[in-house]
């Protein structure tokens, strides 16, 4: 079963605008990490939020953590054309689930130029 | 570094066929792992490796087989080929399993007729 779920499923904006996207999750977790698929590609590694963490930056990525509310978001600033893709939360479980990472469906973003 | 390699990039089955995808990296990571992305349903953990000759099934293990004889190589086995088991494949690999960055490879797509 899905353990995160990103919201908006799609989201459009212009170049040089901020581009945010959220994930919501059910059970508790160790961390929750956030990945990008370009078309027809693998998926690459973003940044990675410990349970213990409120925020974490990484050049214009801020990702935050509100480990009460079970959500997590990802700001993108002064966005690109290059940063259209697909957005993918994944969280990190503990005790049992240590060795599964659970991805959400997704957001995609397009930037226009 | 060529990270993680996964071979055929294409392949087309018959119902009833049997064949393998290869996956292997040059990292030395412990884990492994293979998930299937279905549009509208992000990605699913398929099997997974924490090492040599230890594997466990995920979310979605039935029709699947797989094995780890060496560090590197991680393939799947698809038994009786179905066409619900027409996807795209990804293996991950990392060094802790849901505790570290996965590095993703490029996928095989798969079409069952």
């Known amino acids: 079963s899905q353990q995160g779920e990103e919201d908006p499923q799609a989201l459009s904006i212009q170049e040089g605008e901020n581009a945010t996207m959220n994930c919501s999750y059910k059970?508790?977790?160790?961390?929750l990490q956030w990945y990008r698929q370009n078309s027809g590609r693998g998926l690459v590694h973003l940044i990675l939020?410990?349970?213990?963490?409120r925020e974490k930056h990484s050049g214009r990525l801020r990702v935050t953590l509100d480990t009460s509310k079970k959500s997590s978001s990802l700001l993108i600033t002064a966005s690109r054309a290059a940063d259209t893709a697909s957005y993918f939360c994944?969280?990190?479980?503990?005790?049992?689930?240590?060795?599964?990472?659970?991805f959400g469906k997704g957001t995609l973003l397009t930037v226009n130029p | 570094n060529a990270g993680v390699t996964q071979t055929p990039k294409f392949q087309v089955l018959k119902t009833g066929q049997s064949m393998t995808l290869q996956c292997a990296q040059d990292m030395n990571h412990e884990y492994m792992s293979w998930y299937r992305q279905d549009p509208g349903m992000g990605l699913r953990l398929i099997h997974y490796?924490?090492?040599?000759?230890?594997?466990d099934q995920g979310e979605v293990p039935n029709g699947y087989n797989v094995s780890r004889s060496t560090t590197e190589d991680f393939p799947l086995r698809l038994l009786s080929a179905a066409p619900s088991q027409t996807s795209v494949y990804f293996c991950?690999?990392?060094?802790?399993?849901?505790?570290?960055?996965?590095?993703f490879g490029n996928g095989t797509r798969l079409t069952v007729t």
């Open positions: 991950a690999s990392s060094w802790t399993g849901s505790n570290s960055p996965l590095h």
């Open positions: 994944a969280t990190g479980g503990s005790g049992g689930s240590n060795y599964k990472l659970t």
């Open positions: 490796s924490v090492g040599a000759g230890i594997t």
């Open positions: 939020i410990r349970s213990n963490e």
């Open positions: 059970t508790s977790i160790n961390n």
